[in-house]
């Protein structure tokens, strides 16, 4: 699996932001897609991620203002309300298990080579 991520860029605080994660080659095996970002002195953090059945989850921080979808093989982070503290590099994965822990970055991978998100 290869995944190329797009869509950062600059934004206003409260601003908006949709991502998108191109996955391709054996995306058959995929069986969780997430979003996870990492800010500069941070540890990698999950986001959101999205699993083969469309069941998704969030970490608390950005419930009700990132949405995660998926449709074919590209995987999508809209990203409303922007603030500061989500300024950070985002990268998408992928895992060919469900982990017991979807947000944990550690259980991924296959990653794309992010891409930069600042809000200010």
């Known amino acids: 699996v290869q995944l190329v991520e797009s869509g950062g860029g600059s934004v206003p605080v409260r601003g908006s932001l949709r991502l998108s994660c191109a996955a391709s080659?054996?995306?058959?095996?995929?069986?969780?897609m997430g979003w996870f970002r990492q800010a500069p002195g941070k540890e990698r953090e999950g986001v959101g991620t999205i699993d083969r059945d469309g069941a998704t989850t969030y970490t608390d921080s950005v419930k009700g203002r990132f949405a995660i979808s998926q449709v074919n093989n590209t995987l999508y982070l809209q990203m409303n309300g922007l603030k500061p503290e989500d300024s950070a590099m985002y990268y998408c994965?992928?895992?060919?298990?469900?982990?017991?822990?979807?947000?944990?970055?550690?259980?991924?991978?296959?990653w794309g080579q992010g891409t930069q998100v600042t809000v200010s």
């Open positions: 994965a992928t895992v060919r298990t469900i982990p017991g822990w979807v947000l944990d970055p550690s259980k991924y991978n296959v």
């Open positions: 080659g054996d995306t058959a095996s995929i069986a969780c």
